[in-house]
């Protein structure tokens, strides 16, 4: 009964408001009230309290101290900046490194490994990028010789064949028997950029095992370090190649 009445008591009595902001002092804000002040008092003395902790800590520093960040840091403008190494893996290589197993990878590369002796096989590097992979050396006894050679006549071929590396047949060939093939200069241009295209892929694959090769040897040299043996690093990782450790011998039972 008598919470009740203290209830209805409480209904009747009058609303105490806080105090606003007076309208002579309005372009000072909203009137701050205890609760705020303790938020800024509490904030002000624990930014106190740090500094004083940092004074400590400069005023007790030993100035013949190393600290192997030392080698990481420089100071830029007074303020100490992380130097920026260099970057040992690219975003591809990443990805597929915490994604796919080093079977999967190995697997996808003796895959590209093999559709590249494929294609090696049927292009067998014929005029590689218009260039001549193989040279023909002709010896000679005396200089007269070598300033009366003759390419073509030494061949026993025609002047325009002479710069062939494949399908160079001689004279004599030419004038027993009928030319095989396309002999239109349109057919020629197709045949010639199909076979340019067949280079252009040959010479991505042959990209692509490499990279392949190269994230697998970096998967399994990261499954090598999770071993417990004492190990020194010998070599750096870099993008083309997988870092390099030197395990202690152990004697296995």
């Known amino acids: 009964m008598a919470a009740a009445f203290r209830k209805a008591a409480k209904s009747r009595q009058r609303e105490h408001r806080e105090r606003s902001q007076p309208g002579f002092r309005k372009h000072l804000g909203l009137l701050e009230k205890k609760k705020d002040y303790k938020l800024r008092a509490d904030d002000y003395r624990k930014k106190q309290e740090y500094l004083r902790a940092l004074r400590k800590k400069a005023l007790e520093k030993n100035p013949d101290e190393f600290y192997y960040k030392m080698t990481r840091v420089k100071l830029q403008d007074g303020v100490h900046v992380i130097k920026q190494t260099k970057e040992e893996v690219t975003p591809e290589q990443l990805k597929l490194m915490r994604t796919q197993d080093v079977k999967y990878i190995e697997m996808k590369r003796v895959a590209e490994a093999k559709k590249i002796e494929r294609l090696k096989s049927e292009l067998h590097l014929l005029d590689f990028q218009g260039k001549q ?3 023909h050396v002709f010896f000679f006894d005396t200089k007269k010789q070598v300033e ?7 061949l026993q071929t025609a002047p325009e064949l002479v710069d062939r590396v ?4 001689r004279i004599e060939t030419l004038q027993k028997e009928k030319v095989k093939g396309v002999t239109h200069q349109t057919g020629l241009k197709r045949i010639a950029k199909e076979r340019q295209k067949q280079y252009n892929c040959l010479t991505q694959r042959i990209e692509r095992e490499k990279k392949l090769f190269v994230i697998a040897q970096k998967i399994q040299t990261r499954k090598d370090l999770l071993d417990k043996t004492q190990k020194v ?3 750096k990782e870099t993008v083309n190649s997988p870092a390099i450790y030197k395990f202690q011998s152990r004697r296995k039972r």
């Not at 009366?148 to 030494?154: I, S």
């Not at 494949?166 to 047949?169: K, M």
């Open 133 to 135: 992979q193989n040279k």
């Open 148 to 154: 009366q050679f003759d390419v073509a006549t030494h």
């Open 166 to 169: 494949f399908n160079r047949p």
């Open 233 to 235: 690093k010998v070599k």
